[in-house]
């Protein structure tokens, strides 16, 4: 069992170990814009991106008070963050390198990623001085050359100085050279001597270009003026200066004091000393004393903001003739810096029932300082049940010792102290407050066991229909509730495609509009749950309620609509004021006032005529029926509801003034387009014949009642005839059982437009009403039709004859 833990154990510290040392290695472009995608992370350390998020992962920075890259959990990569300058960076460095930490939890893994920032030819050529004075004795020697000075190009190898050129003239050609550090600087050589009688000032335009591409330039004006000669240049006591200095170094320390002599005398042989080439950020810092060659410090100077700084310096005698020296200055670090707790990871609040040995945070304990000044120790110092647990690097765990019971103690401060190893120590302090947080022992209750609602039909989808509310009484978390509807169907449907629920305010909104006339009401399901774990739930019931509008227009069952079977009374020319005529049916499929129907006649042949019932609908003859009154009657029908706005629709009753058939000049040319003219042939035969029989059946009814000397009594007081085929299933009338009265009930047959006539006389159920006509399908050339409705008599005996033709 010993030899089983102590495998183990080495097996933790050698992964520790691999992971520790498995440094990722990248390399961008500087100037690369925030977002561009350094490397995969995830992909290179054989994880994805979720695993990195779930693991916490972070990216911390290896000292610097810029990151210049961030971790994307999303993707799992490693993306610019900021523009890099390499220069601005690393300077004249042939390496710059940023270092991070990717730190990932559960467990504890650190992975060191090094990304180095390549150089681009982002900087031009520039010269020190944009204008180069040089005094040129008259009898110098031809091929005596000139120092000219290095241009200074931020950029390092191909897009660095790579050539100079002159402006074309008659005296001077350039010469390049190349000093003790690959550096080239450029002098100018007299190819032809001067005549200061002839010419005492001349202006040459020098330029110096990189090797990138595309290729970068600067340029400086040489001003010349004729003298007499200088034959010896500043020599420097040595080619390179290279002196360490300390870190917060006081404004105005001496770094160096550069040397140069001149063979020459007088005026030829004094020496002034001026910067060649300085970065901007070393200007800011140091300082060149012109007559000594002292260079002092000009600012704070911080070995972790950079800790090499490189310059040239250049020493010019009286006349122009000049020479340049290198200087490096190496910072040196200083325990300047007091450790940095950072908490990387916290579970506060962290619930009571956890046990000894438990993580609670992660910690990280940072120090700018370099070498032994940045060895840090850390411990907590008050006696509370929690320590601190070494982990990888400079990491510490803070675990449980013992129980915690939240009813004694629910709040801790806990006090971690950090002290470097440098001379003298620094040490700095951080205060953590954790908190004792409660288990998920109570329920959400809604305020009500039940709700109801009440949403009108024609709604918007998203309108807010009521909200519930349903409170938990544990802390935090545990009584956070979230709202949720319980699956169910409404008339076969999801209930989903009805109602939703905001899960955060208990808000239902409609999901689509409702429609009234489909269903009434629904009922559904809402679940409160709490964020406990697990997770506690209860549920309530709510009612919707499904109100009426006015969306749907009066439905006219009879007569049928124009382009279908269209329908012709037949009035007695001797029918009474009163008589009813026809009856027009109509439906509105709302509720309630909206349903409510009345009926008026908007155009008529005879306007004084007919009038019409509002609420029944019935078409009455209003006066006596003449002579002079036109045999065909249109009756235009409007029939509207009672809602708000009003709807209403319109029909068309054609009606036909006659005692028989025979005066209806239409009947006698009636035509079908039959695809078999025998079968016209048939209908025709029959309809004359029954025709015939019918006005026979007249004049026998008339001889009767002559031989009895009654005047006869003609009301028209028959019913139409309504097909079945026009009425709604379950359809039924407020009044009564029927459509009509039953002293007006009677049978008939239609066409159904199947090319062959089908119409039956019928039999009345008033014996107080004489029949005077039979119903015919109407033709599609005739307006009014070749059909006839039913008219009653004063009396009819048992004896009315029924007939039926096919």
């Not at 240049?233 to 390179?240: K, L």
């Not at 982990?391 to 939240?406: L, M, Q, W």
């Not at 006015?550 to 004021?577: C, F, H, R, W």
Request: proline share 5%; charged share 25%.
């Amino acid at each position: 069992m010993g030899g089983l833990r102590i495998w183990a154990l080495c097996f933790l510290l050698f992964h520790e170990l691999v992971l520790c040392n498995g440094d990722l290695s990248y390399s961008i472009l500087e100037e690369l814009s925030r977002g561009h995608v350094v490397g995969n992370l995830a992909k290179d350390l054989g994880l994805d991106a979720k695993t990195l998020a779930a693991r916490n992962a972070r990216l911390d920075a290896d000292g610097g008070s810029k990151r210049f890259c961030e971790l994307d959990l999303r993707r799992g990569a490693l993306v610019v963050s900021e523009a890099a300058d390499r220069e601005e960076l690393c300077g004249s460095q042939t390496t710059c390198v940023l270092k991070y930490e990717l730190v990932l939890e559960r467990p504890l893994e650190l992975h060191g990623i090094v990304v180095n920032v390549q150089d681009i030819n982002d900087n031009p050529p520039q010269f020190s001085l944009n204008e180069i004075k040089l005094e040129i004795r008259e009898s110098a020697d031809k091929g005596t050359s000139f120092f000219l000075g290095e241009a200074h190009d931020a950029d390092l190898g191909q897009n660095a100085v790579q050539g100079y050129s002159l402006e074309r003239n008659s005296h001077f050609s350039l010469n390049v050279r190349a000093n003790s550090d690959g550096g080239k600087y450029a002098e100018l050589v007299l190819d032809k001597e001067l005549d200061r009688e002839k010419e005492q000032q001349l202006t040459l335009s020098l330029s110096a270009h990189d090797g990138g591409d595309p290729p970068r330039s600067g340029s400086a004006v040489i001003h010349i003026t004729v003298l007499d000669a200088n034959d010896n240049s500043p020599v420097f006591s040595q080619s390179v200066y290279r002196v360490s200095l300390p870190e917060n170094a006081p404004v105005g320390t001496v770094v160096v004091a550069v040397n140069a002599t001149d063979a020459d005398e007088g005026v030829n042989g004094e020496v002034t000393y001026e910067f060649s080439r300085l970065s901007d950020k070393a200007a800011r810092l140091f300082s060149l004393d012109k007559i000594s060659g002292e260079i002092k410090v000009a600012g704070a100077i911080d070995f972790e903001e950079k800790s090499y700084y490189e310059m040239r310096v250049q020493a010019k005698d009286g006349l122009g003739s000049a020479s340049d020296a290198k200087v490096v200055v190496d910072v040196t670090d200083v325990n300047d810096n007091s450790p940095k707790i950072v908490v990387k990871s916290l579970m506060n609040p962290f619930p009571e029932n956890v046990s000894p040995g438990t993580e609670v945070g992660i910690i990280n304990v940072q120090d700018e300082d370099s070498g032994q000044n940045r060895q840090v120790r850390c411990f907590i110092q008050e006696h509370v049940p929690f320590k601190l647990n070494p982990s990888i690097k400079n990491y510490y765990s803070i675990v449980t010792t013992s129980d915690v019971d939240r009813e004694l103690v629910s709040d801790f401060n806990i006090t971690i102290t950090a002290t470097d190893e440098g001379t003298p120590p620094l040490s700095s302090s951080m205060t953590i407050h954790l908190s004792v947080s409660d288990v998920n022992d109570n329920p959400p209750v809604f305020d009500e066991q039940s709700y109801s609602a009440y949403v009108a039909e024609n709604n918007k989808a998203g309108t807010s229909i009521c909200s519930v509310t349903a409170r938990d009484p544990d802390w935090r978390q545990n009584g956070t509730v979230l709202y949720s509807l319980l699956p169910s169907e409404v008339n076969g449907v999801p209930v989903s495609s009805f109602l939703s629920i905001n899960a955060d305010t208990g808000v239902i909104h409609a999901v689509r509009s409702f429609d009234y006339e489909q269903f009434r009401s629904l009922k559904v399901q809402v679940v409160s749950r709490d964020n406990g774990s697990p997770p506690l739930s209860s549920n309530a019931t709510v009612s919707v309620f499904i109100t009426d509008e006015n969306d749907n227009s009066p439905q006219i069952l009879y007569p049928a609509p124009e382009g279908k079977s269209l329908m012709t009374e037949m009035v007695p020319k001797a029918a009474l004021s009163g008589s009813l005529v026809s009856k027009v049916i109509a439906v509105d499929a709302d509720s309630g006032q909206n349903a409510w129907l009345s009926y008026r006649i908007v155009k008529s042949t005879d306007p004084g005529l007919f009038s019409m019932g509002v609420h029944s609908g019935e078409i009455r003859v209003q006066r006596d029926i003449s002579e002079s009154d036109s045999m065909k009657q249109n009756l235009v029908i409007s029939v509207r509801d009672n809602g708000q706005p009003p709807l209403s629709a319109t029909c068309s009753v054609y009606l036909l003034i006659s005692d028989n058939l025979a005066e209806v000049p239409e009947l006698k040319d009636m035509t079908y387009e039959e695809k078999s003219s025998k079968l016209t042939s048939y209908l025709i035969i029959a309809l004359v014949s029954v025709s015939t029989f019918f006005l026979t059946f007249i004049i026998l009814i008339l001889a009767v009642r002559f031989c009895r000397r009654r005047k006869p009594r003609l009301l028209f007081d028959g019913a139409v005839a309504i097909p079945s085929a026009y009425l709604p299933p379950n359809y039924a009338e407020v009044e009564g059982a029927g459509t009509l009265r039953s002293s007006y009930n009677y049978d008939a047959y239609l066409t159904t437009g199947s090319h062959t006539s089908d119409f039956k006389f019928i039999r009345s159920y008033n014996d107080s009403t004489l029949p005077a006509g039979g119903t015919l399908r109407k033709s599609p050339d005739d307006p009014f039709g070749s059909s006839f409705n039913e008219a009653h008599g004063e009396e009819v005996r048992e004896t009315s004859s029924h007939f039926k033709l096919i």
